[in-house]
T-cell receptor, first 115, second 113 residues
Framework: KAGVTQTPRYLIKTRGQQVTLSCSPISGHRSVSWYQQTPGQGLQFLFEYFSETQRNKGNFPGRFSGRQFSNSRSEMNVSTLELGDSALYLC??????????????FGQGTRLTVV | DQQVKQNSPSLSVQEGRISILNCDYTNSMFDYFLWYKKYPAEGPTFLISISSIKDKNEDGRFTVFLNKSAKHLSLHIVPSQPGDSAVYFCAAYLTGTASKLTFGTGTRLQVTL
């Protein structure tokens, strides 16, 4: 059974550009959550999608957005990139909404560097 | 506002000894807690969890203890092995409301020979 796949693995962008990251969850999983990991901040919740609907959103500016497709694949978009957006972006998939006894499985992440 | 805190950024333990990783939380509404392990260049891997209705959960070498009155949980690894060297994150969430994981900042565990 394939795990969570995130593409691309590494990305370098220039300040002001926009970027789209992709996440393919485990087959059968309908919930996808996105997290940002920066040194000293741990993993910070960005948003969660379930059945193509955003269920929860973290405390990030509107430049961060996402969507989920009917096949449960999800994309995250960051517009007008800032240097501080440099981070590891992790995607987690689970059977249902993150929580309860539904363990979240993480992908390897996309390392975004903004220069 | 860091609702889940891991105050020790790093910990070094000898192989065969016990590793104790600590985590504190401020939101008394959290009712489920998890520990994740992360190797470099990989995503976090789920280790063990505990519901707020319990005070202990054990899975092989890993035991998680929860002290609700102190808003404190800990992960015990016995015996520690070199392969346990990784960054450990504790996480918490509220069921039925904002079902999203709130993570601590992580503790880097180094198990030495």
């Amino acid at each position: 059974k394939a795990g969570v796949t995130q593409t691309p693995r590494y990305l370098i962008k220039t300040r002001g550009q926009q970027v789209t990251l992709s996440c393919s969850p485990i087959s059968g999983h309908r919930s996808v959550s996105w997290y940002q990991q920066t040194p000293g901040q741990g993993l910070q919740f960005l948003f969660e999608y379930f059945s193509e609907t955003q269920r929860n959103k973290g405390n990030f500016p509107g430049r961060f957005s996402g969507r989920q497709f009917s096949n449960s694949r999800s994309e995250m978009n960051v517009s007008t990139l800032e240097l501080g957006d440099s981070a590891l972006y992790l995607c987690a998939s689970s059977l249902g909404p993150t929580g309860g006894n539904t363990e979240a499985f993480f992908g390897q992440g996309t390392r975004l560097t903004v220069v | 506002d860091q609702q889940v805190k891991q105050n020790s950024p790093s910990l070094s333990v000898q192989e065969g000894r016990i590793s104790i990783l600590n985590c504190d939380y401020t939101n008394s509404m959290f009712d489920y807690f998890l520990w994740y392990k992360k190797y470099p260049a990989e995503g976090p891997t789920f280790l063990i969890s505990i519901s707020s209705i319990k005070d202990k959960n054990e899975d092989g070498r890993f035991t998680v203890f929860l002290n609700k009155s102190a808003k404190h949980l800990s992960l015990h690894i016995v015996p520690s092995q070199p392969g346990d060297s990784a960054v450990y994150f504790c996480a918490a969430y509220l069921t039925g409301t904002a079902s999203k994981l709130t993570f601590g900042t992580g503790t880097r565990l180094q198990v030495t020979l």
